[in-house]
């Protein structure tokens, strides 16, 4: 990956770059976890400090995407931060080897979430698996839903986006069974 030598090379636009691609998904992880816009920014500097880290080491291999891997830092560094209410995780215990352990296992949960949501997803119907993709992963909103899928009203299409969530969770179900 070019953006992961970049970065190595300490090139400011690999930042940019990074920020642009994933900072969005951060942010709303943050914001709908009793944070806000600044405590995203922080967690995502934080991440990419990390990250930095990582690819210092001369073993170091990218197991999962990179929006995966920066993910799982971020989901970890804010969860260990509302854990110790608010206070900073100092810079000393994020480069202890417990931290970079605790990353790893976070990266594997986060990597195992994904690979179960794409096995459920795959096994609802085609109408669904186009719904779900493009409001989760590409992000549109319910009125692009409403336009692009041709539903009367945005009650319609929120409606379908229930009846579609419900699809995955039956499925979950039979898988636990």
């Given at each position: 990956?070019?953006?992961?030598?970049?970065?190595?090379?300490?090139?400011?636009?690999?930042?940019?770059?990074l920020y642009k691609k994933y900072f969005y998904m951060v942010n709303r992880f943050v914001t709908n976890n009793n944070g806000n816009?600044?405590?995203?920014?922080?967690?995502?500097?934080?991440?990419?400090?990390?990250l930095l880290e990582?690819?210092?080491?001369?073993?170091?291999?990218?197991?999962?995407?990179?929006?995966?891997?920066?993910?799982?830092?971020?989901?970890?560094?804010?969860?260990?931060?509302?854990?110790?209410n608010y206070t900073e995780v100092d810079f000393t215990e994020q480069n202890s080897n417990a931290f970079?352990?605790?990353?790893?296992?976070a990266i594997e949960s986060e990597k195992n979430y994904f690979d179960k949501l794409q096995n459920y997803i795959h096994k609802i119907t085609k109408?669904?698996?186009?719904?779900?993709?493009?409001?989760?992963f590409k992000e549109k909103s319910i009125?692009?839903?409403?336009?692009e899928y041709g539903y009367s009203t945005?009650?319609?299409?929120?409606?379908q986006k229930h009846k579609c969530?419900?699809?995955?969770?039956k499925v979950k179900e039979q898988d636990k069974n």
């Open positions: 990956m070019d953006v992961l030598e970049d970065l190595k090379g300490e090139n400011n636009g690999a930042f940019g770059e816009t600044n405590d995203a920014e922080d967690i995502f500097q934080d991440a990419m400090i990390v990582k690819l210092r080491h001369d073993n170091f291999e990218l197991t999962a995407s990179l929006k995966t891997y920066i993910m799982a830092i971020s989901k970890n560094i804010w969860l260990k931060k509302l854990r110790k970079f352990e605790e990353i790893d296992s109408h669904c698996q186009g719904l779900i993709h493009d409001m989760f009125e692009q839903i409403q336009i945005i009650h319609n299409a929120q409606n969530v419900e699809q995955i969770r």
